[in-house]
């Protein structure tokens, strides 16, 4: 366990690759983060709850699609590892925690996962290590709920460093420059910097996502540039973790309530019979003022659904409101009853009434290529379709089955593409890269499209929506 005193000691470390790193919350984006900083050349421990996904990191297996098992073996290699055992928190500079933030039944923030992570690391925290609350959260948490916790729980007269001033630039964090932070390190530092994980973005690496990050104090925000700096192209320092923390929320809920645009101006050009898809990529080419969201069947996945939920909590203790949030919100959850008004309809213009029909839905995982079914929207409609008497079942090349989960429940085995001739419909949720689109068109009875996959095609069989 090392005892460092000064913060451009602290730097010096890192440059040097004797910080040891520690993750917490080895899922989408914990394990990818791992990697990275193993590959960086850093020792890496990631901790987990899950005694199974530790077993199989320390097997070289791992459980999620797009991280390939040569790069967890790199990672093996260099020395990484994962365990359950918090007890070996206390022989890490730097700790990184990547839990879930998750919604509450009431579309409340349930902290839970960050507040079981403090009270794990609060008694292995000593003087001189580093830190950063990377799951995205309401503004306030850093400073409100991990600091007093912290210091509340961890060693007796361990503090968080507070002082005064902060960082504005990444520049002033090279060692030399460190010189004049406050020194020596007097107590823990703590920092927040929100991931930007886009899982299943082959087109920009993760190195190339500036890293925003937002210290207690001027020490912390330079110890965590100095470290994200190993293996990020840039970090952008803000001036508070509160700053840090709405800049994910900004981010996520600005996606949200574009996507909930389009998708209202989407039911009303298909009204108007206008393809909204020309329309947009039309718009896109003005090379200023626009940016192009595209419409789908529902929004899903671990954050544009549920982030703005934390912000609109977060606001009413402010006694202000957040109308775009609730309207976006409402809009994107009306989706999948749209997709199923157009499934009915278009089955009927076929002579057959959605109940008692059978329907085979393409992609059950919220988004293309990636094996990751929270919050997805396919889930919302499979239990709307089924509801309406339609006989369901579905095909996804990363689920073979599909049972129950946080907000639904659905028991099922995926079914072979080679079937989708037997279903009155066919219904593309889901647009994986695996499935060829004319080869589906071609053998189904009725194909509704969700995702335009279907562009350029011309068959009566097609409803697009
Ligand atoms: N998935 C994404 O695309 C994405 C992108 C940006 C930000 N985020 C944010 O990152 C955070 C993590 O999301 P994720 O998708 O990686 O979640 P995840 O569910 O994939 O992984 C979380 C991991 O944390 C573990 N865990 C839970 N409680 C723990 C505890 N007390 N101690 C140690 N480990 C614990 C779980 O077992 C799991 O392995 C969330 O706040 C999320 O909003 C996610």
Request: negative net charge.
């Amino acid at each position: 366990m090392s005892r460092l005193l000064l913060l451009s000691e602290w730097i010096e470390r890192v440059e040097s690759r004797e910080t040891r790193v520690a993750i917490i919350g080895l899922g989408y984006v914990g394990l990818p983060l791992a990697l990275l900083f193993a590959k960086a050349g850093f020792q890496v421990t990631g901790f987990d709850i899950d005694a199974a996904k530790v077993a199989m990191l320390n097997e070289g297996r791992s459980y999620i699609h797009h991280i390939a098992p040569e790069d967890l073996a790199a990672a093996r290699s260099a020395g990484f590892s994962a365990t359950t055992d918090f007890a070996r928190l206390r022989e890490c500079d730097a700790v990184l925690l990547c839990v879930p933030t998750p919604l509450n039944a009431d579309h409340t923030p349930d902290m839970s996962y960050i507040e079981d992570t403090v009270r794990a690391l609060a008694p292995h925290t000593f003087v001189g290590q580093l830190i950063v609350l990377e799951s995205t959260t309401w503004p306030g948490t850093t400073t409100e709920l991990v600091l007093p916790e912290l210091e509340r729980l961890g060693p007796a007269g361990l503090r968080v460093m507070r002082a005064a001033g902060t960082l504005n630039s990444a520049d002033e964090v090279d060692p030399s420059a460190a010189a004049d932070l406050p020194q020596p390190l007097t107590g823990a530092m703590l920092a927040f910097s929100p991931e930007r994980e886009d899982p299943g973005n082959t087109t920009t690496p993760r190195h190339a996502v500036p890293k925003v990050i937002g210290g207690i104090d001027r020490s912390a925000s330079a110890a965590a540039a100095a470290l994200y700096a190993t293996i990020f192209d840039r970090t952008v320092i803000v001036s508070s973790t509160e700053a840090a923390e709405m800049t994910k929320l900004l981010e996520n809920i600005y996606r949200g309530v574009n996507i909930a645009l389009v998708n209202e101006l989407k039911q009303l050009c298909l009204a108007m019979k206008i393809d909204i898809w020309e329309v947009i990529d039309a718009a896109a080419t003005k090379p200023f003022g626009f940016q192009a969201f595209y419409p789908g069947p529902g929004i899903g996945g671990h954050c544009i659904p549920v982030d703005p939920f934390y912000l609109s909590w977060r606001a009413r203790q402010f006694d202000r409101p957040t109308r775009f949030i609730e309207l976006a919100g409402e809009v994107n959850e009306a989706m999948p009853s749209f997709v199923v008004q157009t499934v009915e309809r278009a089955l009927e213009r076929a002579g057959t009434a959605l109940r008692g029909a059978s329907v085979l839905l393409l992609g059950i995982a919220y988004k293309r290529d990636v094996d990751d079914l929270r919050e997805s929207p396919a889930l919302t409609i499979f239990s709307l379709l089924q509801q309406a008497g339609a006989a369901v079942s579905y095909n996804d090349p990363f689920f073979a089955e599909v049972g129950a989960g946080r907000h639904y429940s659905i028991q099922a085995h995926s079914t072979a593409l080679e079937r989708a001739g037997e279903f009155d419909c066919v219904l593309l949720v889901t647009d994986h890269s695996a499935y060829d689109i004319a080869a589906l068109v071609a053998a189904s009875k009725l194909f509704v499209d969700t995702r335009n996959a279907t562009r350029g095609m011309t068959s009566r069989k097609i409803v697009r929506c």
